[in-house]
């Protein structure tokens, strides 16, 4: 079943289409990776499925539903999840407390402030172990290493029973040790949640891709699984090299 559906997406930022005529169709509990060169528009094309970016022309259907002009916040209570290169936890909480905002079901301050310490099993227990953090929990988060804090963020989007998570460069300034429990993580949620990544490090897409899009100029130059794409001369032209 197909639970993203963009058709025919552009977005023009001046004389520049930053997305051309984008196609893409991605099924419920995939997990696809973007790839292509710096300025493909893949970044772009994450922030026009959250909404942070409104497009100049096209439609994206999520989950059978038209969101294409629906507001940001709008977008993540149908269950769309984004994670920045550039983490997006509360420093100066723990792990724990992070949790508990994210799984508030009740926007706004006061809710926020009156949120109670979460018992730490079922699902909450479930993320963390994911994670690797449930040893981790009165942490601050400012505290932790890189790799624990993306964790974090992930672990902050499954508490909130994200139905598609975006990823953007989730394994930046990872070691080789993070990276590796990082697509164990992505591994282990197959068919769970719906991920797209967009990622540079082909060793991680090669642990991780079901699928993998490739995208040039805006539009999509290559679709298929990693040994196709990785014998692809197109992409070899204009991205892997020969």
């Known amino acids: 079943m197909t639970v993203l559906d963009i058709q025919n997406l ?8 930053a997305v051309n ?25 994450l922030d026009l499925i959250c909404g942070k970016t409104r497009a100049t022309s096209g439609k994206i259907m999520f989950d059978g539903t038209d969101i294409t002009e629906l507001a940001e916040y709008r977008r993540a209570r149908c269950g769309i999840g984004r994670k920045f290169q550039v983490p997006s936890v509360f420093k100066e909480l723990t792990v724990i407390e992070n949790i508990e905002i994210a799984r508030s079901r009740r926007p706004g301050l006061w809710a926020a402030l009156s949120t109670f310490r979460t018992p730490i099993r079922g ?5 963390l172990d994911r994670v690797s953090l ?18 974090l ?10 139905k598609l998570i975006l990823m953007d460069e989730p394994t930046a300034g990872m070691t080789i040790q993070e990276t590796l429990k990082t697509a164990e993580i992505f591994n282990s949620l197959r068919g769970e949640h719906t991920i797209i990544v967009v990622e540079h490090d082909m060793q991680f897409v ?20 990693i040994a196709e794409i990785e014998a692809d001369a197109r992409v070899k032209a204009v991205y892997l090299g020969h």
């Open 10 to 17: 552009t977005v023009q930022f001046g004389g520049l289409k």
């Open 21 to 45: 005529g984008l196609n893409l169709q991605v099924k419920m509990g995939e997990l696809r990776c973007l790839l292509g060169p710096n300025g493909a528009g893949k970044s772009t094309t």
């Open 123 to 127: 699902r909450v227990k479930d993320v």
């Open 134 to 151: 449930v040893e981790h929990i009165d942490t601050k988060a400012g505290n932790l290493s890189h790799g624990q804090t993306q964790w």
């Open 153 to 162: 963020e992930i672990a902050m989007l499954l508490a909130q029973d994200s």
């Open 206 to 225: 090669r642990q991780v891709a079901q699928r993998v899009t490739v995208m040039n100029q805006g539009s999509v130059l290559a679709d298929g699984s």
